[in-house]
């Protein structure tokens, strides 16, 4: 199916690794400009080179999300290069999960920081160059807990349930424009972070997700794809999509109690 995103301009903040790279990676097949930001200079060279090598014309930035000034140049400059702006993709994110009891003030700031503030103003920075082109698209990168929260899950279940509110009210808000806003809440999915969790207690990968899918009860029977999740983000991203807007997708293999 053509997702008729032919030279089509997208950022994808957090877009060097994990499911923010497996993004970029689709869209570049199917003919975007991608801007990609992130913080680790090497993971910022292995994106470049690989966007590069797959002929992609892409734009990676180094930048900290909860920094406005960083946010400012990383939009900035992909207006700069290519003099439009046609998707976001706030996926910037990390895992921060404890009891209410052990979660410092000092963990909480930092988490609304980099999940909820950032996402805002990205979007803020983002929406009169959405406005200019007559319109686009907007996907946040949330989490299942957004919707369901488990034990032991805070901050993160509280700051991706304020992005499934800033995404249900910035898709009234911007409609009239033609911006459509949509978010996609992760599951257990292959990504960097679980990657370096198990080099940490040296496991392989595999050894790591058969283990989540087993004691997950995900009724799929397995963990899912980064490349499952770009799918679904690049037809959000796309014309496809024209009539979707303000909609949560779970992407977790069914296991989410909550539609």
Request: glycine content about 12%.
């Amino acid at each position: 199916m053509d997702l008729h995103l032919n030279g089509k301009v997208v950022l994808i903040t957090g877009g060097t690794d994990g499911l923010g790279a497996a993004l970029a990676d689709r869209l570049v097949e199917e003919g975007c400009r991608v801007a990609v930001c992130g913080r680790d200079p090497l993971r910022l060279a292995a994106a470049e080179q690989r966007l590069r090598d797959a002929g992609g014309d892409a734009l990676v930035v180094q930048a900290d999300v909860t920094r406005l000034a960083d946010l400012e140049r990383f939009v900035g400059a992909a207006v700069a290069q290519w003099g439009r702006l046609d998707g976001l993709v706030n996926n910037a994110g990390k895992s921060a999960a404890g009891r209410i009891d052990q979660v410092s003030d000092e963990d909480w700031i930092a988490d609304l920081d980099l999940k909820v503030l950032a996402a805002v103003r990205c979007t803020r920075l983002a929406v009169p160059h959405l406005v200019a082109a007559g319109g686009g698209a907007i996907v946040n990168v949330l989490n299942v807990g957004a919707k369901a929260a488990g034990a032991a899950s805070l901050p993160t279940t509280a700051s991706r349930a304020a992005g499934l509110a800033i995404t249900k009210a910035a898709s009234k808000d911007l409609g009239a424009h033609g911006i459509r806003v949509n978010a996609v809440l992760i599951g257990l999915v292959a990504s960097g972070q679980w990657r370096r969790r198990a080099d940490a207690t040296g496991q392989s990968e595999d050894e790591l997700y058969r283990h989540m899918a087993r004691h997950t009860s995900i009724p799929l029977g397995r963990v899912g794809r980064a490349e499952e999740f770009a799918d679904l983000a690049a037809y959000l991203l796309s014309d496809r999509s024209s009539y979707v807007t303000g909609s949560a997708i779970n992407l977790d293999g069914g296991t989410s109690p909550v539609l």
